[in-house]
């Protein structure tokens, strides 16, 4: 026995040199995605339902299934029902009997004491990914028009310059959190980042400012689908990206 022990050590240990002389190991594993037979039934945004309380889940205008390939059907699914399902929950359950209940939840994110991190993190989860639902639609991408395509010639020099700021910005994000285009107080367009569930809305931005596109660094909002790769979601993201929503957010941001 202790005979067949040392030989199948000395056999992996041989593999192992082997592999290392001819340079393949590497240091990231790709592991490979569900195949097409591997897929698991899953139920539909609508089914979906937050307990009761002063908030309810945005209703998705799309399928699960709508924004693929960009953003799979399980990705979406478990973002929805499970993620973004529990900070409606702990939202309401946080607000219940607090002198915060009936506002609305803008103005929850700019009285909330920032020192009760359940609060801050639930009502940041919470409109965060509202509007992050909003800004995506199947068919989409593309660029945006009218004033707002003028507002980021005018801020940025071009399209073309603000899709890189905004990618460059996602991608140097350090862990999980959000990027934002926002309309700042003096009218104008900034982008800008923060951490965790915190927002632009919140007495700590850096940026203070109305939101008017989300893009959600969260791993759990691409893992499966990319994995370590987090620029390729982001390149994705602009494939699915909602200009006709995000324009109409610009607008009545803007005729505040």
Known sequence: MKNNIFLISNLL???LLLSCNNKK?????DVPLPTAQEKVAMGLPEDVKANEGSFQLEKLSYSYDALAPNISAATLEMHYSKHYLTYTNNLNRALAGTPLENLTIEEVLSKLDL??????????????HTLYWQCMAPKAGG?????????????FGSFEDFNSLFRNESVKLFGSGWVWLVVDRSGELQITSTQNQDNPLMTNALIPG??????????????????YKR???IDAFFNVINWKKVGENYDAAVKK
């Open 13 to 15: 240990l041989v593999s």
């Open 25 to 29: 190991l590497t240091e990231v594993v």
């Open 115 to 128: 020192n009760d991190a359940n609060l801050r993190n639930n009502a940041g989860g919470f409109y965060n």
């Open 143 to 155: 660029q945006p028009n009218a004033l707002l395509a003028e507002a980021i010639t005018k801020k």
């Open 210 to 227: 109305k939101p008017i596109l989300a893009l959600d660094i969260w791993e759990h909002a691409y893992y499966t689908d990319y994995q």
């Open 231 to 233: 620029k390729n979601y």
